[in-house]
């Protein structure tokens, strides 16, 4: 149970824990059951699949328990530490191709080739019913009632897998799919009755484990029949996801990982008792500081400001003022002319305040534009405030305040 994530909905979340897997993820569950299952012919062959992630690891770990071969093309910008991890686990990497389409072709083709096996990431009854074995723990470690399962979604075998198995025992839990807002590709499917295909350059990568532009032909099959909704979440709410998972576990999970749980947050209504699904803790060290900073964000707890102030002595002062007792989270302020300034600036507020009164407040004495959904803003802007000033004697401070309203 997430204890304090629970209270603070006023409801009771449990968390499924796949990052406890060898590789930190649920895809070694459908890797091993499709390998598990070859002939002796064709384990003799090998496998082969295209990915560069958790699905990788996943093949490459359970191949090696099965004492196959196993053959997993990377495109050739892949960091180091991923091809490091499926060679740990014994996969035999082949660099191949700028992106995971290229590789995926050469895989295809090393197949026909030499005559391996194909481990598709989602799309196979084998792998589908593998990721199922989740659903299956899920109902015999929680034998009372569950009302929901948040799953997330990136080609649907995931999320068919456990709704096929959830649905023919427990018709009566709702099974939700959780997706980016920019890489909802299940969504829209289901949305139109029928499989799309997302743009390239358009799909949001930063839930990289489930960015995926068409779902599956068998998936999106399964997901027609057993899911009963699929809601998405904003970049700030997975991250604020993320550090709800960690001060209930202390782990820190990558953002399709969390994905699960950002969706219960804005879904599950009080009293309710729902499972949501941590996928994975396979995160990029590097990216954990852009990851805190969107905390707050996603949190409701901080908006971001772009105000202009008047440029004369006590100005400043009396912006404060106009805010009250809160706490600012962020302040760049920088000399625009000689008749105002430029001010971004990070209000912490309340969950579930009314911060459309305050920004209102605000604008009766100032022009005021709120950037917290502004994503180039949230990414670039609080790094980019500057510019030439217009002033000769110039000096530059640092100060330490008490952090307090």
């Known amino acids: ?18 990052d406890l897997q060898p590789v930190f993820s649920f895809k070694v569950r459908g890797a091993y059951n499709k390998i598990s299952q070859l002939s002796e012919a064709a384990k003799a062959r090998g496998v082969v699949t295209a990915s560069a992630g958790n699905h990788a690891q996943g093949v490459a770990l359970a191949a090696t328990r099965l004492g196959i071969e196993a053959h997993i093309v ?10 490091n991890a499926v060679r740990s686990f014994g996969g035999k990497v082949i660099l191949h191709g700028d992106s995971y389409d290229e590789a995926a072709v050469h895989a295809a083709s090393l197949a026909k080739e030499h005559g391996y096996t194909y481990v598709h990431p989602f799309d196979d009854e084998d792998v589908i019913a593998g990721q199922g074995t989740i659903g299956m723990e899920i109902l015999r470690q ?22 096929a198995y959830v ?12 997706e980016c807002d920019g890489s909802d590709a299940m969504r829209q499917a289901l949305a139109a009755g029928k499989r799309i295909s997302l743009k390239a350059d358009e799909l949001d990568q930063f839930a990289d484990g489930t960015a995926v532009r068409q779902v599956g032909k068998k998936t999106f099959e399964l997901a027609n029949r057993v899911v009963d909704e699929v809601i998405t979440v904003s970049i700030d709410e997975i991250c604020a996801a993320i550090k709800d998972i960690f001060e209930d576990t202390r782990v820190i999970a990558e953002p399709a ?21 941590l996928t994975g803790a396979n995160v990029n060290f590097d990216r954990l500081r852009h990851i805190s900073e969107r905390t707050e964000v996603g949190e409701k707890r901080e908006i971001l400001l772009g105000v202009t102030i008047p440029e004369k002595p006590g100005s400043f002062r009396r912006f404060c003022s106009i805010i009250g007792k809160r706490s600012i989270t962020e302040f760049n302020y920088r000399f625009a ?38 994503e ?15 002033i000769g004697d110039e000096k530059l401070y640092r100060f330490d305040f008490p952090e307090k309203p």
């Open 74 to 83: 990377m495109g050739e910008n892949t960091p180091s530490i991923k091809t």
């Open 376 to 390: 180039v803003a949230v990414l670039h802007v609080r790094h980019m405030v500057g510019g030439v000033a217009d």
């Open 1 to 18: 149970v997430a204890n304090t994530l629970s209270s603070r909905l006023r409801a009771t979340v449990l968390l499924k824990r796949e």
């Open 257 to 277: 990982g969390a994905l699960a749980v950002a969706g219960a947050k804005n879904h599950i209504k009080r009293g309710q008792t729902a499972a949501a699904l």
């Open 167 to 178: 649905k023919y025992l427990r018709p009566g839990t709702k099974i939700i799919g959780v």
């Open 142 to 163: 929680h034998t009372s009632s569950l009302d929901l399962i948040y799953v997330p979604v990136g080609g649907g075998g995931l999320i068919s897998g456990i709704g």
């Open 337 to 374: 002319d000689q008749a105002s300034a430029q001010v971004l600036v990070g209000i912490q507020t309340v969950p579930g305040e009314d911060r459309q009164r305050l920004i209102d407040r605000l604008r009766r004495h100032y022009p005021v534009i709120d950037l917290s959904a502004n």
